[in-house]
């Protein structure tokens, strides 16, 4: 099993409706971080949660929310999806007081589509 | 964090060794230097990273003049599964911080 799953891989929604990205990981670690990327662009920090009880916004927060529900499991939702909001969303945690380096691991994405 | 400057794309032949240079000129005294592969369609994938000199994994080596001012990214004899973006990021070790991942460089391996 994957140590970052990411649910669903795939999803084709409606302007307007709601949805939600989940993220769960094995490794144990504290931290967890949700990234949005666009064709031939670098990645693009939506949020991070450093621990269950602390949630921060990074650098394009706007349109997102998110749920830290456990240390194991992260939710990105889009309470109204719109067409500039499709993209390829990637989860991520790290750990350096656990694996002792700066190393994030990945889930492999969810494909989203807003039509 | 530091900005970085990384080509936005290099080719190369099967076999060759590849260097990819990241310029990162207000790199701070705290900061990690950190390079992430990524394929198509997937998450980045960690590589190596380093502080100061030479570090050198199974995947990689990483070296980084004594100003680090700059780093090299080597991948030897690289093959056509090397076909990928490299990304890469400067930022402290181990503090409250977050990764900021820029374009990156498009390495295109061919036969």
């Known amino acids: 099993d994957a140590d970052v799953t990411q649910t669903p891989r795939n999803r084709i929604t409606k302007t307007g409706k709601r949805i939600m990205l989940e993220c769960s990981q094995t490794?144990?670690?504290?931290?967890m971080y949700w990234y949005r990327q666009d064709p031939g662009l670098g990645l693009q920090l939506i949020y991070y949660s450093f621990d269950v009880k602390d949630i921060n916004k990074g650098e394009i927060s706007d349109g997102y929310s998110v749920s830290r529900q456990a240390q194991a499991k992260f939710s990105l939702s889009l309470e109204s999806a719109i067409p500039n909001q499709t993209a390829l969303y990637f989860c991520?945690?790290?750990?350096?007081?656990?694996?002792?380096?700066?190393?994030?691991?990945f889930g492999s994405g969810t494909r989203l589509t807003v039509v | 964090l530091a900005k970085t400057t990384q080509p936005i794309s290099m080719d190369s032949y099967e076999g060759q060794e590849v260097n990819i240079t990241c310029s990162h000129n207000?790199?701070?005294?705290?900061?990690?230097i950190t390079w992430y592969q990524q394929f198509p369609s997937q998450g980045p994938r960690f590589i190596i990273q380093?502080?100061?000199t030479k570090v050198t994994n199974e995947v990689a080596s990483l070296f980084i003049p004594a100003d680090r001012k700059s780093s090299t990214l080597s991948l030897p004899r690289v093959s056509l599964s090397d076909t990928a973006v490299y990304y890469c990021?400067?930022?402290?070790?181990?503090?409250?911080?977050?990764?900021?991942f820029g374009k990156g460089t498009m390495l295109l391996v061919s036969p």
């Open positions: 991520a945690t790290s750990d350096p007081d656990k694996s002792h380096d700066y190393g994030y691991t």
């Open positions: 380093g502080y100061k």
């Open positions: 990021l400067v930022g402290p070790f181990s503090g409250y911080s977050t990764l900021t």
């Open positions: 207000n790199i701070a005294t705290n900061d990690y």
């Open positions: 490794k144990g670690h504290d931290r």
